[in-house]
């Protein structure tokens, strides 16, 4: 039994398909299945039900795999031990990151951090908040990057910055002619584009104009993305939310529809998650510095006049 096999049997149980099992190991399909099969043929039992589509785990492969997951868990902590003891800046890190956070974070501070650190390996997964939470707990990510909520408290938290919400309002709305919008205005729009259930950026939104049921105010497109209601807005169809990261990487026509909000202004706190027992603090301080040197001063306090939501 190798370490290897191991990380190829929790790949198989990640994707549910060999292939992509494969894929993500870097190895050819063939190699993976051989690998599993004499893994199978050591422990004298059938770890997964290849009649199935997708496949599944047998019950004892579920045993397995868990142990699995633990003996990695162990063995990634052994090298990271190590790593903090030598300050090393080098080998990987896996973080996972809202999708409302990374398109206007990641080109940032991403790019100089990987030149400044070449030995550094960082692999990044849009997750929403709960899969931040469950990817930590089973190991399968080192740090998150999410907006602060309840329910947090048995990860290690650290404050990246605060991010101001802003309006986006086409030119059509009736909205477009305020200069500053008050939550109450929102909350009365039949033109609202919203994320789908599961992003903590709608319920917060939802929070914030107090919508008692969010379904009324809302257009039907449910699965959008941030940029697909940017651009409904463009195209002259109501209105969304954008953070303040997003609203610097706009043209200056784009900028015409931007709206801020009235005192006080509806504010998210970004922070960094890890396990507690998370062993690697030189990286981490190194990263959260590379994140907070990247954005405007002004966004590292709560200013006066914003309320976190």
């Known amino acids: 039994m190798t370490l290897q096999q191991l990380e190829y049997i929790l790949a198989v149980d990640r994707y549910r398909h060999f292939g992509k099992a494969a894929d993500a190991c870097n190895v050819t399909q063939p190699t993976l299945s051989a690998m599993i ?10 770890l997964f039900d290849r009649n199935r589509q997708p496949i599944c785990p047998t019950p004892v492969g579920e045993q397995v795999i868990r142990q699995a997951r633990e003996i990695l868990k162990q063995t990634d902590g052994i ?33 100089q951090l990987m030149k400044k650190y070449p030995a550094l390996d960082i692999r990044v997964r849009e997750m929403k908040t709960h899969e931040i939470k469950e990817a930590l707990l089973q190991g399968d990510i080192d740090a998150g990057i999410l907006a602060t909520i309840e329910g947090l408290e048995e990860y290690m938290q650290t404050t990246l910055f605060y991010e101001k919400y ?34 903590c950026f709608r319920d917060q939104m939802v929070r914030v104009c107090q919508m008692k049921s969010s379904q009324s105010s809302q257009l039907a497109y449910n699965l959008g993305s941030m940029e697909t209601f940017m651009r409904m807005v463009e195209s002259g169809i109501g209105i969304t939310f954008i953070p303040e990261l997003a609203v610097m990487q706009l043209t200056d026509t784009q900028k015409e529809l931007v709206r801020p909000f ?4 509806p504010t998210r706190q970004l922070i960094l998650i890890t396990n507690k027992h998370f062993i690697r ?6 990263f959260v510095k590379e994140i907070q040197d990247s954005v405007p001063k002004n966004m590292l306090k709560l200013g006066a006049g914003q309320a976190l939501v």
């Open 37 to 46: 099969g004499k893994l199978e043929e050591e422990l004298n039992a059938k």
């Open 79 to 111: 090298k990271d031990i190590v790593a903090e003891e030598k300050q090393s800046l080098g080998g990987i890190f896996r973080v996972g990151i809202l999708p409302t956070i990374a398109p206007y974070l990641l080109p940032r501070f991403f790019p």
């Open 166 to 199: 802003q309006g986006y309002v086409s030119r059509e709305d009736v909205l477009f002619s305020k200069e500053i919008l008050r939550t109450s205005d929102v909350a009365s729009s039949k033109d609202l584009w919203l994320l789908d259930e599961g992003h």
């Open 262 to 265: 009235a005192i006080p202004v």
């Open 281 to 286: 603090q030189s990286l981490l301080e190194v």
